[in-house]
């Protein structure tokens, strides 16, 4: 990961009588203080980068590079002006792809450590990824210098102007930095003021294309909320989701055999797995959020690395390292089926890598809905703000029944059959259309009063395969962690048992936000826009 600050910072390097008023740059008198730090009181060996030479300290395998394989480290990262970041991904690719001195010294222009993959120490507690690179950098620069220092040990005028000149510049870069810092924070507030305040954050584009057209800024907390471990841990004890995937690959090996597979959104690493324990040739994980680090070693836990390669970015801006894919895998639902517009990336992917004869997992989804009569929970949190402590809030109501509600609803409080609203096959389906109305009819099988519409979705994997899977998120069923979407009434509807409900619901995206939804559903003379945020 990132460096956690300078070991080497403790050396000032400067006489205080010679550099009178001379702030402590974090330099140091010659090169070789540089090096000094925990690693020579510990014993720690340090292995070099092409042999097996262990050595006392990072300095001496810097030498020792130097004087035996011929190789000056320190200039190669001065020449391509690595940062914290690149040097890190230097080191861990020239201990992981055991690439020679003469190799490394031919590079020009591109550099190949540039993945995110070489962030991964090769070696535990590898001593040389604890440099300070740019201390590092100026000390390269000032042991070049031959007027580094006078015979009596004391700076040169030219040393410590050329300290001057580095200490300029880093204040020059600090302050860039917080500059960008600012700018982003505005840009954040600004954002998050245009929420609130319903502007449009969004200027030109469709709806359908919302999500591709996001900026990382405005997408950043959608990614963000999926690095922490606790909502990966939620979904893989969700058995009937895990185990409904897990049992479609291994009952289905024809599907995945020495086929080339992509993982939408991969987390933990886990529908990857199941797709290479099924056969396939090599599997491909991309995944925007921190999460995919775990990943990372959770394949190599399992001896999973050489068939699982994975790719930190959004799948609408990384370049995966194959032209075509036979088989698409995404865990992409999301409450009430498409809140989060996941569906949107797997469909991009399937647009921009699927070959022909190839097919998206799972296949066929289906978004049903049905009549709930619950006097009691539309009482506690509808009825309830006509009479608070003696003082009328009804006014309340009008910001909360607008927002959605999931929860996992009693089966029993259902009043009548389910009907299905929509039918998306995501090998054909497009972006557009998955903003959509449909006119619908629930048929009653109860005396009672309609509280609430709820809304649920099936999932099957079908297309070829021998054993078909599927899973509902009903409340007629196991419970998952996507429970049920549940859109209550301001007044409930009366009904009669044999009588029909007729509706229409119309879903979209929300313009300010399109990973939400708006969800406007009218009964009878009743109409009630909801948003799932």
Same mark, same amino acid.
């Given at each position: ?271 990857? @797995? ?251 003379? @009743? ?7």
């Amino acid at each position: 990961g990132k460096p956690s600050g300078s070991i080497m910072a403790q050396h000032s390097g400067v006489d205080e009588a010679a550099a009178d008023g001379m702030p402590d740059l974090s330099g140091s008198e010659d090169e070789e203080d540089l090096w000094e730090d925990e690693e020579c009181d510990s014993g720690l060996r340090v292995c070099c980068l092409f042999c097996d030479s262990s050595l006392n300290s990072s300095q001496d395998v810097f030498s020792h590079c130097q004087q035996e394989h011929h190789i000056d480290l320190a200039s190669v990262v001065q020449t391509h002006k690595l940062d914290d970041y690149g040097y890190i991904k230097f080191i861990n690719y020239i201990r992981s792809t055991k690439c020679s001195a003469e190799s490394l010294k031919s590079i020009c222009g591109a550099v190949p450590w540039q993945s995110d993959e070489y962030m991964k120490p090769a070696v535990q507690d590898d001593p040389l990824l604890q440099i300070d690179v740019v201390e590092l950098w100026e000390a390269k620069s000032m042991a070049s210098d031959g007027s580094e220092q006078l015979m009596g040990g004391c700076p040169s005028p030219a040393a410590l102007l050329l300290r001057a000149e580095r200490a300029e510049e880093a204040t020059r870069r600090t302050e860039e930095e917080l500059a960008r810092a600012l700018e982003d924070l505005h840009k954040l507030k600004h954002f998050a003021q245009n929420l609130v305040m319903n502007a449009d954050v969004r200027t030109g584009g469709s709806a359908a294309g919302a999500v591709a057209e996001l900026r990382e800024d405005e997408d950043e907390v959608y990614f963000s909320s999926y690095g922490h471990y606790g909502i990966h841990e939620e979904m893989l004890k969700d058995k009937v989701r895990t185990e409904s995937y897990r049992d479609f690959m291994y009952l289905n090996p024809d599907v995945f055999k020495d086929k080339v597979v992509l993982d939408v959104g991969c987390g933990t690493g886990i529908l990857s @797995m199941f797709a290479a324990k099924s056969g396939a040739k090599k599997v491909i994980g991309v995944d925007q959020s921190e999460i995919i680090y775990q990943a990372m070693d959770i394949v190599r836990s399992n001896h999973l690395e050489g068939t699982i390669t994975l790719v930190k970015g959004r799948i609408e801006e990384v370049e995966l390292p194959v032209e075509k894919v036979d088989v698409i895998i995404s865990e992409w639902m999301g409450y009430f089926l498409l809140f989060e517009s996941m569906l949107d990336s797997v469909l991009y992917a399937r647009d921009r890598y699927l070959a022909d004869g190839g097919s998206v997992y799972p296949d066929l989804c289906t978004i049903s809905v049905a009549a709930v009569g619950d006097a009691q929970k539309h009482s506690e949190r509808i009825a309830f703000w006509d009479d608070v402590y003696g003082f009328k809030m009804a006014c309340m109501k009008k910001a909360v029944v607008p927002e959605a509600v999931v929860e996992v609803l009693k089966p029993e409080t259902l009043i009548s059959d389910p009907t299905v609203i929509q039918n998306i096959n995501c090998n054909v389906v497009t972006i557009s259309e998955l903003e959509f109305s449909t006119d619908f009819t629930l048929k009653i099988n109860d005396n009672t009063q309609c509280t609430a519409i709820v809304g649920y979705f099936n999932i099957f994997f079908d297309k070829n395969c021998a054993s078909k899977v599927m899973f509902s998120t009903g409340p007629q069923s196991p419970k998952t962690h996507w429970k049920q979407t549940v859109f209550l009434l301001e007044k409930p509807i009366a009904v009669q048992s044999g009588n029909t409900l007729q509706g229409k619901i119309t879903v979209r995206k929300n313009k300010k936000d399109p990973r939400s939804l708006i969800i406007t559903l009218c009964l009878n003379d @009743m109409k009630q826009t909801y948003s799932l945020q």
